[in-house]
Nanobody
């Protein structure tokens, strides 16, 4: 019932910034935990950040201090502000969601996924 659409990806030089957006429809947005994942060529999809029900926020160690996840329930949108970008951040970034009270970072636990948006960081 939930559809997610990411936007905001692009090409940026190392040290630059991008803000990704994920627009949700078809559900009660405030009741869903929202997460960001990424997948680089030849690598498995990995967890980036999540904002869970209850306002809990969690980041992967690789992005902690550089990325910020936030949500605007009035706009049914979750954001990922990415600062101090590095070439190793290059990947397709996916927005994902699930409904529940547990704190999940595993991709299979998320029920709904967007199509992804490409982020490329040059040296």
């Amino acid at each position: 019932q939930v559809q997610l659409v990411e936007s905001g990806g692009g090409l940026v030089q190392a040290g630059g910034s991008l803000r990704l957006s994920c627009a949700a429809s078809g559900g009660t947005f405030s009741r869903y935990a929202m997460g960001w994942f990424r997948q680089a060529p030849g690598k498995e999809r990995e967890f980036v950040a999540a904002t869970w029900t209850g306002g809990i926020i969690y980041y992967a160690d690789s992005v902690k201090g550089r990325f910020t996840i936030s949500r605007d329930d009035a706009k049914n949108t979750v954001y990922l502000q990415m600062n101090s970008l590095k070439p190793e951040d290059t990947a397709v970034y996916f927005c994902a969601a699930y409904r529940g009270s547990y704190y999940y970072t595993e991709g299979p636990k998320y029920d709904y996924w967007g199509q992804g948006t490409q982020v490329t960081v040059s040296s």
